[in-house]
T-cell receptor, first 115, second 113 residues
């Protein structure tokens, strides 16, 4: 089944304790992205990647790191989590789209609580 | 200006009615405008999308109307059904050649049976 998987789905942690949220896709997609979703703010892009070893900042990259060492994986790293990073996180992937655009496929989400 | 402004925040429609959600943008570099549908506990899923050189796109009961001069686009859901109850997000892809996306703040639609 074609899908984007994220782990863990739920995570409670404490301020300053490094964590990694994994994202993997089995569709051989070139593009991958991380978003956070907060009430009243919609989805905000954190980082994106257009190919292996190619990453770039989205709208809200502060406090996050990413890496793209393999095509299928795009982990999100919080080196020193803070309470304002409590959010619902989504990973998405898509093929390189035509001029008209691409379809992003979203994972099921990771709900993070930072105490 | 990178924002995409979406309205209304919430919408209640009777079954069979028309649901209309509006979005406005400032950046003329945006080149692709998708709408996503999200059910509770799920990730967003692409519903329909449009390019700025097209004024309207229809897929079944869903239509995007695009007004390039006004920098506005809207989603129309005809014959709205209870199963359409979800949160809808408009989005815009910015800067050609990038994968940078700006999303609206979302509209929670409830269709009454």
């Amino acid at each position: 089944e074609a899908q984007v998987t994220q782990n863990p789905r739920y995570l409670i942690t404490v301020t300053g304790k490094k964590l990694t949220v994994t994202c993997s896709q089995n569709m051989n997609h070139e593009y991958m992205s991380w978003y956070r979703q907060d009430p009243g703010l919609g989805l905000r892009q954190i980082y994106y990647s257009m190919n292996v070893e190619v990453t770039d900042k989205g709208d809200v990259p502060e406090g996050y790191k990413v890496s793209r060492k393999e095509k299928r994986n795009f982990p999100l790293i919080l080196e020193s989590p803070s309470p304002n990073q409590t959010s619902l996180y989504f990973c998405a992937s898509s093929n390189k789209g035509p001029v008209g655009g691409e379809t992003q496929y979203f994972g099921p989400g990771t709900r993070l609580l930072v105490l | 200006q990178q924002q995409v402004k979406q309205s209304p925040q919430s919408l209640i429609v009777q079954k069979g009615g028309i649901s209309i959600i509006n979005c406005a943008y400032e950046n003329t570099a945006f080149d692709y405008f998708p709408w996503y549908q999200q059910f509770p506990g799920k990730g967003p899923a692409l519903l329909i999308a449009i390019r700025p050189d097209v004024s309207e796109k229809k897929e079944g009961r869903f239509t995007i109307s695009f007004n390039k001069s006004a920098k506005q686009f809207s989603l129309h859901i005809m014959d709205s059904q209870p199963g359409d109850s979800a949160t809808y997000f408009c989005a815009a892809r910015g800067v050609r050649g990038t994968y940078k996306y700006i999303f609206g703040t979302g509209t929670r639609l409830k269709v009454l049976a």
